[in-house]
C-alpha cells in the first residue's frame, strides 16, 4: 500500500466547503469522484486544512492510501474530468506515516478587500466601499503578535482541546485597487480569519478603538468578534511542511 499526497487549487464559489458533507456539492466529493472514474475504486481522501463554503485555495492537500501504482500522467487525467474550478497540481509519493494535516507547520491565508465597483472581483474578493483608517488596521494585525490565545476569534461549536496559536505574519497590503490582509500561523481556528478580519474592520472603521480591540482578543468571548465576513473574499495560500520534507519521505 503506497500513500501520496495531493496538492489541489480550487475556486470555492460553487462548493459548500472542502470537506465532505452530506447532501452537499464540496471539494473532496468532487476529487473523490473524479478518482473513482478514472481508477474504478473509491479512494478515501485526508484533507489538509478545511475550508468553509465558498472560500478558495492556492494550495491544499489530501492523502490518500492505494495499491494502485499511480503515475504522474494521471494529474492530466484527472484535471480533464474534474470541473474547470478544481485543478490538480501534483500527486506525490510519501512515506506511509506522512500525514498532510498532522505534518503541516503552518499555513498562510489572505483576506481580499475592494473598495471600488470590479465585476472582475466580485467573486473572489469582498466588496466593502468604506472609507477606513489603513493605519489603524495595520497597528491591530500587529497587536496579534503579542497573543497566543485565540478563544475570541474561534466560532462555537469546535473540539479543540486548546485555542493557542503562534502568530508568524500579520500585515495589510494595498495592492491592484484590493486591500488585503495577510495571516501565517502555526494552526488556525474554526473562523479564526474571517473573525480577524471582521474584528479589524470594525477598527478601520472606527466603530472600536485599538484598547477595545485587545479587551476582545482578552476577553476571550467569541460573541465580542466580528464574524460577519463572506467566505469569497478567503483564500488558503499555502501549506507549509518542514525544509526537505517531501525528499525525506519519498
Known sequence: MQRYFLEVTYKGSGYAGFQIQKNANTVQSEIQRTMYILF????????????????????NFFHFDTELKIQERYIYNLNALLPQDISIRNIIPVHSEAHCRFDAISREYSYHLYQKK?????????????????????????????????????KRNTQVKNFRCRILRSDWEIRDDQLIYHVQANRFLRGMVRGLTGTMLLAGRGTIDLEE???????????????????????LEKVNYPDGYFRAYS
Open 118 to 154: 470590479n465585476p472582475f472581483l466580485n467573486d473572489r474578493a469582498y466588496y466593502f466601499p468604506y472609507t477606513m483608517d489603513v493605519d489603524k488596521m495595520q497597528q491591530a494585525a500587529r497587536a496579534l503578535f503579542d497573543y497566543s490565545d485565540f478563544s475570541s476569534f474561534s
Open 40 to 59: 474504478k475504486e473509491d479512494i478515501l481522501l485526508t484533507g489538509s486544512s478545511r475550508t468553509d463554503a465558498g472560500v478558495h485555495a492556492l494550495q
Open 213 to 235: 480591540f485587545h479587551a476582545i482578543i482578552g476577553s476571550k468571548d467569541c460573541s465580542r468578534a466580528n464574524f460577519a465576513v463572506p467566505g469569497h473574499g478567503l483564500f
